[in-house]
């Protein structure tokens, strides 16, 4: 290969992670390499390294053997997935891309190229002159690369696409995938299989990202932990239809890799029309924590960031349902401003017929049969409070039993003359339609405008089946759903700047990182109990940072399990992301109000570090202890919590390690506890001596002996003495 000629080499490298491409190759973007720093990569360097690993041909394969691209040709000879799938009635399905152009940053690239973190784009045409490709790869500063694809139909023909994706290359030692599963009230469960020949696909058609979404596909070492064993994700950032996928052929070579799933004729490009896919992200670590890691800078360095402190809030949902009772939602705002809430939030049940939820949905006018004087009784008085006022939309849906519905039948999705099976009574507003659209909007606006609100929590409640447009012969809608609900979600921001949106899907079923471009926190799930909350905040980190997850305090007896926990259990599961009280406080005691409100000052005072820092889980404890924590950017101080799940067996290690901190300074650790706890047994040896970073990683101190369902809190502060 000459990349003095015409060929173009790119060395990126940016937080610990190289990128090699081999660009205009002359075929479509190669990333030869994508992991660890490699130190010293100039011209010569690169270019040899490519040399040496061209593939030697075996037995019966393909010469030259197939050089995979970030979106793979089967003309190559992959017989793999490939990244395009598509055609102009039968013509034109294996096109030969050749690249046209690749720039770096904005600037033509040739040659040997080295950079830090920069945006490389490539512009292709196929052989026939019919399509062009325009694709996007990045290396963000935090070490995330990500890539997305752009076609274009130049021909006279219409060209169908089923099918694209991207992807990256595994490394052969990457054997274990590492996934996720989940339902409603139980999402983002782990799963781990091997990686054999063949593919692990996971399709989304669900119509929003899932309760059961991949969410981030992770590929490593065998056993890779928190720590320990090199570890590539991917992410597709999409709240619609969606794959995520890892394959290895039978020629050795392994891909990870994801798109929009594309249902029958959903897109069909007329002449000069283009299809632009999702990006695809890819982290690559040392352990889950710094994949995880590099998502958070991700989504910490958004244009618009997301505060540490984020206010403490109220939602009414578990309080009162569908009661609103005026009286007794002021009564619950004076209770919650008392405790030192500070965003009061109003859930489902203020419009339309909506006295349950089988009517009303999408006809968002203010009940006159519940609220005679409009919500204006209820926001002036949490304005007066001096909280926030936050409510509750579910713009994408309908009941049957509506205005909307009865009004519009032809705006509800569905692929045939009847509607789709029912869920939770309702249907699928059809947003693609522009009408629909309109409609909608103008009602979410109007609303907006009358009254001062903060804080849309913004809901999406079941699966899109047999989304198709009645207005359209039923054709399939869930692509133009999708980026209809992102252009609703831009306008509504654009015309309420400082409006904060929540992305709920019954609980955490749209959790993405394109939402997040829009959303600022999302409901992690319906279930609130503390024991299974622990499992889902521990594995929502994966991709977002705590101060992006609603995190609340419930009653006692968890509405969802049934089970009692202590409020220590509750909130200090609770103040690890972005903490909220979903309880009827008219029916806790004073002593539990004391003890929450003990909960919400140690919130506030800590969730610069809580909400800021670097998240941090042990290895090593099994399933029946967990230990995580948030360490300080600059590793001044850091909070551990060591967490009870069971009753132990065996006995949990007789050391309690805590790792993130600076191993050279010294740190006084202790344990903590709001007011009120029951003292805990936390082992001698805690008052007031100072261990090192390294002794509190690699020795640590007593681990305590507590009962199941308990969590005990530990800071750590960076001293001189
Ligand atoms: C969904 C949400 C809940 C609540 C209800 C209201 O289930 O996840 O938090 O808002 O809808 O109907």
Redesign the pocket.
Known sequence: MDFDGDGVLVAMAAAGVTVLIEAAAPGLPVVAYWGPQLPGLDAAQAAALIRAGEPVSGSNNLEPRPRVAILPEHRTGWTGRPGLSGSAAGRGWSPAFRTTSVRLDGEPARGFVASGAGRLEVEAVDDAGRLTLRLEFELLDSGLVRARAELENRGPDAYGVDDLVLSFPLPPEATEILDFGGRHNLERIPQRAPLRTGAHVRENRKGRTGADSAYVLHVGTPGFGFASGGVWAAHTAWSGNHTHYAERVSTGEQRIGGGELLLPGEVVLTAGERYRGPWLYGSYGQGLDEVARRFHRRLRARPRPVDTRRPVTLNV?EAVYFDHDTDRLLDLAERAAALGVERYVL??GWFGSRRD?TSGLGDWVVSPDVWPRGLHPLVDRVKKLGMQFGL?FEPEMVNPDSDLARAHPEWIMSARAGWPVESRNQQVLNIGIPEAYAHVKSQILAVLEEYAIDYV?W?H?RDLVEAGTQTDDGRPGVREQTRAFYRLLDEIRAAHPELEIES?S??GARIDLEVLERADRV?VS?NIDPHDRQHMLRWTTQLIPPEFMGSHVASDRSHVTGRRHDLSFRAGTAVFGHLGIEWDLSQATDEQLAELGEWVAFFKAQRGLLLGGELVRMDGYGDDVLVHGVVAPDRSRALFAMVTMASPYPDPPARLRFRGLDAARLYRVRPIAAAGLPPRWWGPGLEGEVFSGAALEHLGVACPRVNPDQVVLYRADATTG
Do not use: I
């Open positions: 949902w859930d489902d939820d509750w929590k809901d409640n709920c019954s609980g409901w319906d």
